[in-house]
């Protein structure tokens, strides 16, 4: 479970940064939908960082330390993001449809996994995070349709 943990603790710091990129870079017409849009984004992401580096510490009754540094989320995320260079929003919100399909993804194992060791808490809290991704996705395949 740590190790899951671990890697969706760089994952989330990866897709926050990312989208906060996105964030800074949009332009044209629709700038004011895009701009809040990836504002909302990448601090629903940032906003479980703390929530997983926590769990980390819980799931494991503190013998795992949380080190998140750039070399370590380095080391530990699964997302490659391509670098998208320019203004795009919609290729922008298809490159955080494929992070967001990996996260969503670690949930679910995640999710699995605790359930499997009885671990209520982080089945919720995987269960709200589920809920919430899920949303997030049927969002941004609107935006793209
Ligand atoms: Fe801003």
């Known amino acids: ?3 899951l943990l671990k890697t969706l ?10 989208v906060q990129g996105y964030h800074w870079c949009i332009e044209g017409p629709d700038f004011n939908q895009y701009h809040d ?3 909302e984004v990448y601090g629903q992401y940032a906003g479980q ?3 997983l580096a926590e769990y980390i510490r819980i799931v ?23 670098t998208l260079v320019g203004n795009k929003p919609i ?13 969503l993804s670690d949930f679910n194992k995640l999710f699995k996994l605790a359930s499997s060791k009885l671990e209520q808490g982080l089945e919720n809290y995987c269960a709200d995070q589920i809920d919430a991704l899920n ?6 395949r609107a935006i793209t349709k």
Do not use: C, G, Q
């Open 1 to 3: 479970m740590t190790d």
């Open 60 to 82: 494991s009754h503190s013998t795992e330390y949380v080190i998140a540094t750039v070399d370590v989320v380095k080391a530990n995320k699964t997302i490659k993001p391509e």
């Open 135 to 140: 949303k997030l996705n049927w969002k941004m």
């Open 49 to 51: 960082v703390d929530r």
């Open 37 to 39: 849009f990836f504002s």
């Open 91 to 103: 290729e922008m919100t298809n490159a955080i449809i494929v992070m967001n399909d990996i996260i």
């Open 9 to 18: 603790l760089a994952n989330h710091i990866e897709a926050s940064l990312t």
